[in-house]
């Protein structure tokens, strides 16, 4: 039997293929409820990583994720919504899958085997980054070769896997694992074991983001206003947070080229779009302190 316990066989489900299809989708849920459980397990060192990234944020740095197959397409994925989530630049956060774009559509084929790529890949970070390698069974000769290049340069390391066996939980600072539990069709880790990265990638960018200022309350007022939908929440957070109408929040995002933040300042501070710009630019961009700053002056 393989040591890789995503390759475990499931006996809860070993009989998937006699079951009506209403019972089918019933095993898929009872299995799926046990990833939420097993991410609780991991909080602890989840909000280690938070800070890990955090506070590399705060100093340049940057968020790496390098993964292969769904690993890889959930990495890129988290990353891809942090620009127009959070206000970003769309180098802050990248997610690097082995194959590069192409294997985000297709399987490419030895991939994940290939080590030196995996160095080749890493060549990207610096000491001021993190890179966090992300696989179900944990052990890619990729990912292996990622975290070498990593642990030359001296960049902070997160390994998150679903196997307690992993072999890159050996090579990292910081290992998160939601051991899952076989799937329930034997070595298809984009069920549970996917689920779970996909709720913990979720808690390292929104937690690390809200660390450093990227939200006010729940809000997201950083969010870039590109389209229709988002320039309806846009007046709808100004409106809720400023307590002025629909109409004066529209009014005043026009005024200031839809900066949240800014438009925020500008009604309840009753500043101009200039002084609003420079209070929060002494704020280090961060709303709230910027509010508390024009109190005390």
Same mark, same amino acid.
Not at 55 to 63: C, I, N, R
């Given at each position: ?9 499931? +006996?809860?489900?070993?009989? @998937?293929?006699?079951?009506?299809? @209403?019972?089918?989708?019933?095993? @898929? ?10 991410? +609780? ?62 294997? =985000? ?6 991939? %994940? ?35 070498? %290049?990593? %642990? ?16 890159? $939980?050996?090579? !990292?600072? =910081? ?7 076989? %799937? ?15 709720? !913990? ?19 997201? @007022? ?7 939908? =988002? ?8 409106? +809720? ?18 900066? !949240? ?9 009753? $500043?101009?779009?200039? +002084?609003?710009?420079?209070? $929060? ?17």
């Amino acid at each position: 039997m393989s040591d890789i316990i995503t390759e475990y066989r499931n +006996e809860n489900t070993k009989n @998937i293929d006699l079951l009506s299809t @209403i019972d089918i989708v019933r095993k @898929i849920n009872e299995e799926d409820q046990i990833v939420a459980r097993a991410v +609780e397990d991991e909080t602890a060192n989840i909000a280690r990583a938070i800070d890990i990234i955090a506070k590399q944020f705060l100093v340049g740095g940057k968020l790496y994720y390098f993964g292969a197959g769904t690993s890889g397409r959930l990495g890129v994925l988290d990353a891809s919504e942090c620009p127009p989530t959070f206000g970003v630049e769309p180098d802050m956060v990248v997610g690097i899958i082995s194959g590069g774009d192409a294997a =985000l559509r297709h399987s490419i084929e030895g991939a %994940e085997d290939n080590y030196d790529l995996g160095i080749k890949d890493a060549k990207v970070l610096t000491k001021d980054d993190v890179c966090v390698a992300i696989s179900a069974s944990g052990n890619p000769k990729y990912l292996l070769g990622v975290l070498s %290049e990593a %642990e030359k340069i001296g960049c902070r390391t997160i390994a998150l896997t679903c196997n307690h066996k992993a072999a890159i $939980l050996d090579e !990292v600072g =910081l290992g998160i694992c939601v051991e899952v539990g076989p %799937e329930v069709i034997a070595g298809s880790s984009r069920m549970k074991a996917g689920t779970a990265q996909k709720m !913990v990638l979720n808690m390292l960018t929104t937690g690390a983001m809200i660390k450093i200022g990227k939200t006010y309350e729940n809000f997201m @007022i950083d969010l870039l206003p590109t389209n229709e939908k =988002l320039k309806d929440r846009a007046i709808r957070i100004v409106s +809720e947070i400023a307590d002025v109408s629909h109409t004066d929040a529209l009014k005043t995002l026009l005024e200031c080229d839809w900066s !949240v933040k800014t438009a925020i300042l500008m009604i309840q501070c009753k $500043l101009s779009k200039d +002084e609003a710009k420079e209070l $929060l630019r002494k704020s280090c961009g961060v709303l709230r302190r910027a509010l508390a700053n024009f109190t005390k002056s």
